[in-house]
């Protein structure tokens, strides 16, 4: 009868054993959590550009000053990076903010494509504008992204300066003559 008792006892230390083994192996794969974690970042859009420094005074994030003359028809790179909050997209405007131009003279700007060196949803150029007192969009539909910051990076602008050989050549000396012109990125929502 003894050895009966050390059997049972045997197996069932051997079941108590198992069981707790079990017990412990389930709770090693219990002892994680899941947790859903919501990272909200704030819609957020800055400009700025590459060239020529002297020349560009930043108002606020989103929006930037150049002054341009008809010498100063230097290629600049507009950079830019932006968030958007669902349902909305970016643009950017420009408009002649301060100066007068010569009679009968114009300023075209081109505006090219983005380079393709960023990443994200870049906006689509208009390709070709003339400069104004009022506001006009140049690059619509930018989504999330960033075009990358310095010179070949972003969009390429170009001024030219129509009519500009009717004038004596002192005239692209004269500080009369200086334009600015700014750049504004703007919400659609």
């Known amino acids: ?9 045997y197996f069932l230390l051997l079941f108590l ?4 083994f079990s017990l412990e192996t389930k709770a090693q794969t219990n002892n994680t959590a899941e947790m859903t974690v919501t990272v909200s970042i704030p819609a957020v859009a800055l400009i700025d550009f590459e060239g020529n420094d002297r020349l560009i005074t930043f108002k606020s994030p989103n929006q930037v000053e150049q002054i341009i003359s008809p010498s100063g028809l230097n290629k ?4 830019y990076s932006s968030i958007i909050e669902k349902g909305s997209t970016n643009f950017i405007t420009v408009h002649i903010s301060s100066g007068n131009l010569p009679p009968e003279t114009s300023i075209k700007l081109e505006i090219s494509e983005d380079s393709g060196l960023g990443a994200g949803k870049m906006g689509v150029s208009s390709k070709q504008i003339t400069l104004s007192h009022y506001p006009q969009n140049i690059i619509t539909d ?19 300066w129509n009519n500009i050989d009717d004038y004596a050549k002192s005239l692209y000396s004269k500080d009369d003559y200086l334009i600015t012109v700014t750049y504004t990125i703007t919400s659609t929502g």
Request: charged fraction near 15%; glycine fraction near 12%.
């Open 1 to 9: 009868m003894m050895f009966r008792i050390e059997i049972i006892s």
């Open 17 to 20: 054993t198992l069981c707790f």
């Open 76 to 79: 600049t790179w507009l950079n």
């Open 142 to 160: 930018i989504g999330s992204c960033f075009t990358g910051r310095g010179k070949e990076k972003g969009h390429l602008l170009t001024y030219i």
